[in-house]
């Protein structure tokens, strides 16, 4: 950075536009640690790294539900693993979060910079969105005018944004108790397991409590009509919560 401040100062502007280019250079080198000038437009907030953008847009969805709950900070933390994050990252990642609930932030102004020169990431942001929105089962009004305003913002149409909805939409049975599979915490508690374990303890868990109420499983050990109907709603209620906590964490 040094040496091409240098140069280029000179070129534009005989010696002392070399001088000042040098230090210049020098400056953004000791400063910022620029390796390259390409760099400096992200430094300045005129080129947000992705992954700021994606904080801050989830700390406005979660805000949008009124009050943000531990559910919504889980999956933050949980899409700061997934995006592999480091110690660093992981603050500023959270700091973007907390500004993000601040009406006073500037998101669709970071978002249109974003949609403008990493188009091909705008599903997937709006995907990491959706997530969110959908932690408590349905979207806040506040929440889908904000999805809506961004899906366009990013060029996605009603199709894609319906697509992006169902992946993450817990499917319920029609005539289904909306108490069935309950919130993420109990489904956590019906599964036994902590509502931040592990996919692969998860998958263990679902797959014992599977096999132990399996009405076939009850049927050959001579189980009574009441006994494999109880079993049996046990099983759909296992599956349900399985499938929430499944979405949740994004794994299959």
Request: aromatic letters at 4%; charged letters at 25%; a positive charge.
């Amino acid at each position: 950075m040094t040496v091409t401040g240098l140069v280029l100062g000179a070129v534009v502007a005989g010696v002392p536009g070399g001088i000042l280019g040098g230090v210049l250079g020098h400056a953004l080198d000791r400063h910022w640690r620029l390796q390259r000038w390409s760099d400096l437009p992200r430094q300045l907030g005129l080129k947000p790294p992705f992954e700021r953008v994606l904080f801050l847009c989830l700390g406005r969805i979660a805000k949008a539900h009124g009050r943000v709950t531990d559910e919504h900070l889980q999956l933050a933390r949980e899409l700061m693993r997934q995006y592999r994050l480091d110690e660093a990252q992981r603050r500023q990642a959270m700091d973007d979060f907390n500004r993000g609930k601040l009406p006073a932030s500037r998101v669709e102004r970071q978002l249109q910079r974003l949609c403008r020169q990493q188009p091909q990431r705008n599903a997937e942001l709006l995907d990491c969105c959706w997530r969110m929105a959908l932690v408590h089962e349905r979207p806040s009004a506040a929440a889908q005018q904000l999805l809506d305003a961004w899906a366009q913002m990013a060029g996605l149409g009603k199709a894609e944004q319906q697509r992006l909805r169902q992946r993450h939409q817990r499917r319920q049975p029609a005539g289904a108790p909306a108490a069935t599979g309950g919130g993420l915490r109990q489904a956590a508690a019906v599964l036994g397991i902590e509502l931040n374990a592990e996919p692969a303890q998860i998958k263990r868990a679902y797959r014992r409590l599977l096999s132990r109420h399996h009405p076939d499983k009850l049927m050959a050990g001579g189980a009574s009509e009441a006994e494999l109907a109880a079993a049996g709603e046990q099983v759909h209620r296992i599956q349900l919560a399985y499938d929430k906590l499944k979405r949740y964490r994004g794994f299959r």
